[in-house]
Structures are given as C-alpha cells and as structure tokens.
Nanobody, 123 residues
Framework: QVQLVESGGGLVQAGGSLRLSCAGS????????MEWFRQAPGKEREFVAA????????YYADSVKGRFTISRDNAKNMVYLQMNSSKPEDTAVYYC????????????????WGKGTLVTVSS
C-alpha cells in the first residue's frame, strides 16, 4: 500500500494562495487515483478534488471549482493542490488519499490516507 505524506499547510489571508503537496512512496503510486479531502472542526470529512492515474481527468467539489487545481507528477510520486482565492470556509485539515477503484467521492471508499496538513484562512 502506498504511504502518503502531506505538506504545505499553514496560515493564509482570505484571497491568498497556498500549494499543498503530497509525497507518495512505492512504485505503486501511479496505480492510484489521487484525491484531496478536507475536514473542518465539527464537520465530516469531505471531498475536494481528484485526479486520474495519468492526470488527464480531474474532478472538483462545487465549493472549490474555479479556485483550486489538482495536479500530479508520477515521476516524482507527487500530487499537488493549488489553492487560490482562499476563503475562511476553506479552513480545515487537508488529507491526501488514494483510490485503487478509480474516482471516489466518499472518504470511506478510499484505500490509503495521509495524516493531513492544517490550512487556516484568516478573514
């Protein structure tokens, strides 16, 4: 199973940008559909974005569409989440996750998880 480690979280002002990174270990990284989820205090973990094995297809939650961009570099075993035009409601712990079953929008259906990185957007 792939091991995932997120980085890049921190404090950003509303309207600002942040790029999250997720490093995957092992030669199986490219067999995973890679996704980002987030969990705000007191809320359930929710889908943010997904990218296909080769990067040709992407999916976004309506709340981030047009502001966030997911990308991946299989040569480096990396997946990224570029966050632009950040809003206070984007404040959450962001998790990198992998699926062996293609695109999944439910957290329970993911096969691998990182430990998360905290993003705080100040107003």
């Amino acid at each position: 199973q792939v091991q995932l480690v997120e980085s890049g979280g921190g404090l950003v002002q509303a309207g600002g940008s942040l790029r999250l990174s997720c490093a995957g270990s092992g030669h199986t990284f490219r067999t995973y559909y890679m996704e980002w989820f987030r969990q705000a205090p007191g809320k359930e973990r929710e889908f943010v974005a997904a990218i296909s094995w080769g990067g040709g297809r992407t999916y976004y939650a309506d709340s981030v569409k047009g502001r966030f961009t997911i990308s991946r570099d299989n040569a480096k075993n990396m997946v990224y989440l570029q966050m632009n035009s950040s809003k206070p409601e984007d404040t959450a712990v962001y998790y990198c996750a992998g699926s062996l079953k293609g695109y999944q929008s439910e957290a329970n259906d993911m096969d691998a998880w990182g430990k998360g990185t905290l993003v705080t957007v100040s107003s």
